[in-house]
């Protein structure tokens, strides 16, 4: 990947703390930078297997490894401050510190408001709105220590506009309140150096989610690989915090910007043109 702007060199080293990672975009992000030999924290609640969502932190700290990283996986379900808090002070006893926080733990239900249980409701805002901001809360002061500290929250750009709402009320409000985590704390966190960023798919990506929740087999034929979005992180994260901060951007236009024109790589189906593939939502 050829790189138009300006990167710290890479990610060697480094230690990034990121919640969902034993699958999915949590997991591609973290095999990216492990490639780097990088430091990876493993924070998700899969300690066993489940039969429609393959992987778990064990798992998924085997496969870091292989690729050239060192992991360490904790069980944590962000909803438990205690659970982030003894993570957090068990990345720091092994790695020294924590230069980048990526917030991806997150729950779904695309539901109306009748059809939304308020146990679903607690459990979305619990895990999206609240988990990435206690995550954040916990690691800034480690963050401060950083050379070039990083928070990234999976979450889409804001739109105040009816549509993004009306079908998924509930579900909307819980992941745009990881959105309003960057708009208030990139701000806050400036003169820390602290970048704070958004960054969210153009297209459907292919995750156990959206097999299992999301339109299935039919869906995943018109999705791009989760490896997008993990060289897309890759690139915000190389970038100077102190220059790069406030955004809310989307995989493929930071890639273009990296100078990747060819994005058929990272299509489910091989030989499906761009046009062909499923927009993500809230895009």
């Known amino acids: 990947m050829r790189n138009s702007f300006p990167m710290t060199t890479t990610l060697q080293g480094k230690t990034l703390f990121i ?21 990876i924290v493993i924070a998700a609640k899969t300690a066993e297997a489940h039969p429609k969502l393959p992987g778990t932190i064990y798992s998924a700290k085997e496969e870091i490894e292989a690729a050239g990283g060192k992991a360490l996986a904790c069980i944590v379900d962000v909803r438990m401050e205690e659970q982030i808090q003894a993570a ?21 239900s695309l539901t109306g408001t009748l059809e939304t249980p ?4 607690d459990l979305m805002h619990g895990i999206n709105t609240r988990g990435t901001f206690a995550c954040s809360q916990a690691c800034i ?19 105040m506009e009816p549509r993004w709402f009306a ?13 309003l985590c960057v708009l208030g704390m990139h701000e806050e966190l400036r003169s820390k150096r602290i970048a704070v960023n958004a960054l969210w798919p153009k297209t459907v990506i292919a995750t156990s989610a959206v ?33 790069y901060t406030g955004n809310f951007a989307i995989d493929e236009d930071v890639l273009r910007q990296a100078g990747v024109t060819d994005f058929s790589r990272y299509a489910t189906t091989p030989g499906m043109k761009d046009s062909e593939l499923y927009p993500d939502y809230f895009l």
């Open 141 to 159: 002061p480690h963050l401060e220590k950083a050379s070039n500290p990083h928070i990234l929250n999976i979450s889409p750009p804001l739109n």
């Open 167 to 179: 079908p998924h009320v509930a579900y909307t409000m819980a992941k745009y309140g990881m959105s």
């Open 118 to 121: 308020l146990k679903r409701f």
């Open 19 to 39: 919640t969902g990672a034993s699958r999915g975009i949590g997991k591609a992000i973290a095999l990216r930078a492990a490639r780097d030999g990088a430091n």
């Open 88 to 108: 957090v002070a068990q990345a720091v006893a092994t790695f020294g510190g924590i230069d980048v926080l990526v917030n991806n733990a997150s729950a779904i």
């Open 211 to 243: 097999q299992n929740l999301l339109g299935g087999d039919a869906t995943i034929r018109g999705s791009r690989s989760p490896d997008i979005m993990a060289d897309a992180a890759y690139a915000v994260l190389t970038r100077p915090s102190s220059e």
